[in-house]
């Protein structure tokens, strides 16, 4: 049971490059969501998504493009990077139940590093 | 702006006492969430309280939630080594599929 993964662990990138960070899930679960954690800032909700081909933004969304075209993978791309991109990213993906319910899961984190 | 703000920001104590964090938040809610993130890993679910929950209890971990003053506290109690790590509050409202994370309480756990 894989559950939740990220690919890259690790990136460096540079400013303006184009970067696509991955996410899936093994658990079918219908909403996935997309954060970036930084230092005094806790964790911030950039995308998420209620099923395949629905997107809503979230608190941070600017710089920012994702897609769902299948319910397992939430790609996150960053069109032209900036230093202020310079983040950890989790995915997590939302546990069935009633809105009262809806623990999330987590992705083990991509560190981006952007020059 | 945060829906959730934990307090302290760090804590430090020893093996076998208890520990306290607490997490206030501004609107109302269906739920509150506490998690869990060792260093370098994905933040991990711990506990759900429900907006009509004034206490919960799972193994060590006991969450209480007041409604009327916006606020919960999780006690983890004869705290391990194993418990370092930062603790996240996160908030469930009406109408939103999404949660609101706090900026966690980093705790330490001294041998």
């Known amino acids: 049971d894989a559950g939740i993964t990220q690919s890259p662990r690790y990136k460096i990138t540079e400013t303006g490059r184009q970067v696509t960070l991955m996410c899936h899930q093994t658990w079918s679960h219908s909403y996935m969501f997309w954060y970036r954690q930084d230092l005094g800032h806790g964790l911030r909700l950039i995308y998420y998504s209620a099923a395949a081909d629905i997107t809503d933004k979230g608190e941070v969304p600017d710089g920012y493009v994702v897609s769902r075209s299948k319910t397992e993978n939430f790609p996150l791309t960053l069109e032209s990077a900036t230093r202020s991109q310079t983040s950890v990213y989790f995915c997590?993906?939302?546990?069935?139940?009633?809105?009262?319910?809806?623990?999330?899961?987590f992705g083990p984190g991509t560190r981006l590093l952007v020059l | 702006s945060q829906q959730g703000e934990e307090d302290p920001q760090a804590l430090s104590i020893q093996e076998g006492e208890n520990a306290t964090m607490n997490c206030s938040y501004k609107?109302?809610?269906?739920?509150l969430q506490w998690y869990r993130q060792n260093s370098g890993r994905g933040l991990v679910h711990l506990i759900l309280i429900r907006s009509n929950e004034r206490e919960k209890h799972s193994g060590r971990l006991r969450v209480t939630l007041d409604t009327s003053k916006k606020s919960s506290s999780l006690l983890i109690t004869a705290s391990r080594a194993a418990d370092t790590a930062s603790y996240f509050c996160?908030?469930?409202?009406?109408?939103?599929?999404?949660?609101?994370f706090g900026q966690g309480t980093r705790l330490t756990i001294n041998p």
């Open positions: 997590a993906s939302r546990k069935p139940g009633t809105p009262r319910e809806e623990t999330q899961y």
């Open positions: 609107t109302s809610i269906n739920n």
């Open positions: 996160a908030t469930g409202f009406q109408g939103a599929q999404k949660l609101v």
